[in-house]
């Protein structure tokens, strides 16, 4: 009979809570420990999820967190603008509820910070500010900062800062997420409801971005809250050592283009569970760089291209774009961004301006990206 290891997990975020029920249904009950006082805050997420997080999760998830159903965006460039509708895409949500129905029935330590650990036979002695456990199996569910990072897959991180208002303000759209691309960033406004709005942006200097933005556009909403947090910009390839794992955003284990992290993190979470249960330890690098690997690389490569093409460039590819808004309304995936560049791809009527673009593509594909792969 198989010996059930001690399992801890730092963090009780949603990626936490969520590999934390994936082994406690397989029999394990893991501890999780967690800095803050309570799940859920502070609010760190812009609280939009497609909606495959709750169509494809191994544990069933309330609905009751969903505020607005969303049918689509509104893409904005320059003066230039592109609708685009599909029903049901993707749903806004209350954080803080979805992370507290994620974390029920959980063993949480709370108003506890990880510290470090240290090698002791075949277990490790974890450190918080509170004390010292032991555990056999050591996951970080941490964030963007992860301490236990530096453990298994030091590296020099990247990151953005996010900062989101929330705003009392009725939305020009009720149903539609409006996205306006000023490079390197893009900025959000999100429909909460028939009165609130939520506007953010992730960049270098976030606060004052927003403001400038929420002025630019005219927003004269009252700002109800205000929330921050990090994204991580680095990928890399090391995600565990010796029965210490790294997911979610700890791993950044997040969408390129857009820097979502709730639905890789969870599809991660899964395979993480899968290993520790089948103690096959040293197959969770490989088996989710099988999963998500191309639709990372491919989507790094278009961030680094989309950064250094022409301002004429991107307007050829925005109304090139915009004649074909049937096939993203058709083929469009909220999770795996680059589905659609196939589809432009095949496209009978694409104009020799376009297959220019495209060869500097092909030209700029081959530049190095700052991956690290160990």
């Given at each position: 009979m198989r010996k059930q290891k001690n399992t801890v997990i730092i963090g009780a975020g949603p990626i936490g809570c969520y590999l934390g029920q994936l082994l406690q249904r397989e029999g394990?009950?893991?501890?999780?420990?967690?800095?803050?006082?309570?799940?859920?805050?502070?609010v760190h997420c812009a609280g939009l999820v497609g909606k495959k997080?709750?169509?494809?999760?191994?544990?069933?998830?309330?609905?009751?967190?969903?505020?607005?159903?969303?049918?689509?965006?509104?893409?904005?460039?320059?003066?230039?603008?592109?609708?685009?509708r599909r029903k049901e895409v993707a749903y806004v949500i209350d954080r803080e509820r979805f992370d507290k129905k994620l974390g029920e029935n959980l063993d949480i330590m709370f108003d506890n910070r990880f510290l470090g650990l240290e090698k002791k036979d075949k277990?490790?002695?974890?450190?918080?500010?509170?004390?010292?456990?032991?555990?056999?199996?050591?996951?970080?569910?941490?964030?963007?900062?992860?301490?236990?990072?530096?453990?298994?897959?030091?590296?020099?991180?990247?990151?953005?800062?996010?900062?989101?208002f929330r705003m009392q303000l009725r939305?020009?759209?009720?149903?539609?997420?409006?996205?306006?691309?000023?490079?390197?960033?893009?900025?959000?406004?999100?429909p909460e409801s028939a009165e609130i709005i939520r506007v953010g942006v992730l960049s270098k200097n976030p606060y004052q971005d927003l403001l400038d933005?929420?002025?630019?556009?005219?927003?004269?909403?009252?700002?109800?809250?205000?929330?921050?947090?990090?994204?991580?910009?680095?990928?890399f390839n090391s995600l565990s050592k010796e029965r210490l794992f790294l997911v979610g955003d700890s791993a950044s284990q997040v969408k390129p283009l857009t820097y979502g992290?709730?639905?890789?993190?969870?599809?991660?979470?899964?395979?993480?569970?899968?290993?520790?249960?089948?103690?096959?330890?040293?197959?969770?690098?490989?088996?989710?760089?099988?999963?998500?690997?191309?639709?990372?690389?491919?989507?790094?490569?278009a961030r680094n291209i989309f950064a250094k093409l022409a301002d004429n460039d991107i307007e050829k590819i925005f109304n090139f774009i915009k004649k074909k808004t049937d096939i993203i309304e058709?083929?469009?995936?909220?999770?795996?961004h680059t589905t659609l560049l196939w589809e432009f791809l095949k496209s009978p009527d694409i104009s020799k301006d376009m297959l220019g673009i495209i060869f500097k593509i092909i030209k700029n594909s081959f530049d190095p990206i700052k991956i690290d792969v160990k």
């Open positions: 394990i009950r893991p501890l999780l420990i967690e800095e803050h006082k309570e799940i859920g805050k502070p997080v709750f169509e494809e999760t191994k544990i069933p998830i309330s609905q009751d967190c969903i505020l607005n159903t969303i049918n689509g965006a509104v893409i904005y460039i320059g003066k230039n603008k592109i609708p685009l277990s490790y002695l974890i450190e918080t500010d509170k004390g010292c456990l032991e555990a056999d199996i050591v996951v970080a569910a941490e964030g963007a900062k992860s301490t236990l990072r530096d453990f298994i897959s030091p590296n020099h991180m990247e990151y953005l800062k996010g900062v989101q939305p020009r759209y009720s149903d539609m997420v409006e996205v306006y691309v000023k490079r390197p960033y893009f900025y959000w406004i999100i933005f929420v002025k630019e556009i005219n927003l004269k909403g009252k700002i109800l809250e205000k929330f921050a947090g990090l994204v991580p910009l680095t990928h992290g709730i639905y890789m993190g969870m599809r991660a979470a899964e395979i993480l569970c899968e290993c520790i249960m089948n103690e096959r330890f040293n197959d969770y690098d490989s088996l989710w760089t099988k999963k998500f690997g191309k639709e990372i690389g491919i989507a790094l490569k058709k083929m469009g995936d909220f999770e795996n």
